[in-house]
């Protein structure tokens, strides 16, 4: 079967339409819009974050009013060159939108971090212990700051020899005030204390012993903790360091003293 030729027809391009502006745009999508905004900014502070879109019309600056304030809180926390800058950006920080303080809280941290380099140790100190005076009440959020806070004492504390032992018993306070602690976080608590052991005279060291909250095992591991670090005992006596004392053998005990005696000798 033959087909005649046809001629070709006119090229059709696709028809497009413009991108929809932000406006007009569906809630849920501006919304989501906004959250990435924020998230992006806690790796450029310094940048107007969403009040950009704000200023467009005073539509969106009524609509992204949360935004706008969680993004203000961001950016002085990111912006801030020293601790007394730190802590006055800490305080607007309690204002935030509920929504966004997971946000905040992890731009306060990084901040932190960031002014961790330059500050020398009572600066450093100053600024931890304003983190942990201003914790949210929130449970899940405020275990989540804890974690953090955990981690970097444990870090900075590792790093200086000037770490206050007043850092590590407030944080090991607030700890005690939780339901559970993990494992790892206490054995993280036991190495701060270990590295601030020398500096602590011994009414320090019965405060820290009567924390409230602490566990009938969480204090025979400090003192089985301070034992070691007063007498330096060798690591291979981890079952003969306090016969003196009602003190288990157990696995946690005996990394704590493993970890004290390795570090004293």
Not at 119 to 147: N, S, W, Y
Not at 207 to 225: H, K, V
Request: glycine letters at 4%; one cysteine or more.
């Amino acid at each position: 079967m033959h087909f005649p030729p046809t001629a070709p027809g006119p090229i059709t391009k696709p028809r497009t339409l413009p991108p929809p502006r932000y406006e007009q745009q569906a809630p849920e999508m501006k919304s989501a819009i906004a959250r990435c905004n924020l998230q992006w900014q806690l790796f450029e502070p310094e940048s107007g974050g969403i009040a950009c879109f704000a200023q467009c019309n005073s539509t969106l600056a009524r609509e992204l009013a949360l935004e706008v304030a969680a993004s203000a809180v961001i950016h002085a926390l990111g912006t801030a060159n020293d601790a007394a800058q730190f802590q006055a950006a800490l305080d607007t920080v309690a204002s935030a939108p509920a929504c966004y303080l997971p946000e905040c809280w992890k731009a306060a941290w990084n901040a932190l971090e960031a002014l961790s380099a330059p500050a020398k140790a009572a600066e450093l100190q100053a600024m931890f212990t304003a983190v942990l005076d201003r914790l949210p009440a929130h449970p899940g959020l405020r275990l989540q700051q804890l974690r953090r806070a955990a981690r970097f004492g444990s870090q900075c504390s590792r790093g200086t020899s000037a770490w206050s032992v007043e850092s590590t018993a407030r944080l090991l306070q607030l700890w005690a005030e939780q339901a559970d602690m993990p494992p790892r976080v206490w054995r993280q608590l036991l190495q701060m204390q270990q590295r601030t052991q020398y500096r602590q005279v011994a009414t320090d060291f019965e405060r820290i012993l009567r924390t409230p909250g602490l566990t009938a095992e969480q204090q025979d591991q400090l003192q089985l903790q301070m034992h070691c670090m007063c007498r330096r005992l060798p690591p291979r006596s981890c079952r003969r360091c306090s016969p003196r004392w009602s003190v288990s053998p157990t696995r946690a005990c005996a990394w704590t003293c493993w970890d004290c005696c390795t570090w004293s000798c």
